[in-house]
């Protein structure tokens, strides 16, 4: 199987719940409804593959009080599953400090892939996520090598497979959720859209939701304030990670829709929440018309001391983000 860790080594950086009613969110106007912020805990692959205990230990002595996981992309010397622990033993050391996770990352790769659509590993994982008392189960990228290939058909059929995942799911008490980098906001001639909102248009909103990454829609030239209001109530989480100052260029749309990610991702650089050119207060503002749920702070690529940079991101959030 493919791995989210292929994806950023072929690209050569180390890194690359229930839906509200939309009457209900223009009636409520504007607000933000974030009390809490959690962590992908991609954000420290390393470190969880080097001492998982110690890891979560410092991720909830620094405030967090929820984690996103990842899981079937290894980091080097990671052992099986989450770093040596069954879902059972990571649900009880998530317990012993105070954190619990909500929605996990899942790799599914071959069920993705027109011509493939095995289910197998749906299965496997919809058991994780539910031993890990988890309520979503979140796709984070297409099948490795695709991303520069992918088409309107493409993008139909994995919409299709979404809603047949979230029917699976749903036996579960799960919901099914897809999580964006850039690629899925290029356009398609022949569509004439983006396979994004092929996605968004062609999925359940009662079985599918989607997860966005604010990084990746900004640097792919998309509003998300103005996505939220388009597709209300859509939006069950995001990714709060920021753009670095030093590298705004857009990544999509023109030109940009014809470069491939090799070419492409060794520009993009990421920032500490608050230190770069995100306006997250704006889109905090317009949290109720998403329908978030949960935000995840996520850095893909770090370039000072890992436990420093979730600190400095978690700081910048609570005290100006946070609702209450």
Not at 290 to 311: C, H, M, N, R, T
Request: no cysteine; hydrophobic share 35%.
């Amino acid at each position: 199987m493919s791995s989210r860790r292929t994806f950023m080594q072929q690209a050569g950086l180390i890194a690359a719940g229930a839906m509200i009613n939309p009457s209900g969110i223009f009636s409520r106007g504007r607000e933000n409804t974030v009390t809490r912020i959690g962590i992908q805990l991609y954000t420290l692959r390393e470190q969880l593959a080097k001492d998982v205990k110690s890891t979560i230990q410092k991720v909830a002595q620094t405030g967090y009080n929820h984690v996103e996981t990842f899981y079937g992309y290894k980091a080097p010397d990671q052992k099986e599953q989450f770093w040596g622990l069954d879902p059972k033993g990571l649900k009880s050391l998530l317990k012993d400090n105070n954190l619990v996770t909500h929605s996990g990352h899942y790799q599914l790769s071959e069920y993705l892939t027109r011509g493939n659509g095995k289910d197998e590993a749906l299965k496997v994982q919809i058991e994780i996520a539910k031993d890990l008392g988890q309520k979503y189960l979140v796709v984070p990228v297409p099948p490795a090598g695709t991303w520069d290939k992918l088409t309107a058909d493409d993008y139909k059929f994995m919409a299709e497979q979404l809603n047949k995942a979230g029917e699976l799911a749903q036996k579960s008490d799960l919901l099914i959720g897809y999580h964006n980098h850039y690629w899925e906001f290029r356009q398609q001639p022949d569509a004439k859209t983006s396979g994004y909102e092929i996605m968004l248009n062609g999925t359940d909103k009662s079985l599918v939701t989607f997860e966005l990454d604010l990084f990746w829609a900004i640097k792919a030239n998309v509003d998300p304030v103005a996505l939220f209001k388009k597709h209300p109530g859509r939006f069950s989480m995001w990714h709060v990670k920021d753009i670095d100052k030093s590298a705004t260029e857009k990544i999509a749309g023109g030109d940009a829709d014809h470069k491939t990610a090799k070419e492409i991702l060794p520009h993009v650089k990421f920032a500490e929440v608050g230190t770069g050119v995100v306006d997250f207060r704006n889109i905090f503002a317009n949290a109720s018309v998403a329908g978030v749920k949960y935000a995840f702070v996520e850095q893909d690529q770090i370039s000072i001391d890992p436990f420093e940079s979730i600190k400095k991101s978690y700081s910048y959030v609570k005290s100006n983000l946070l609702k209450g």
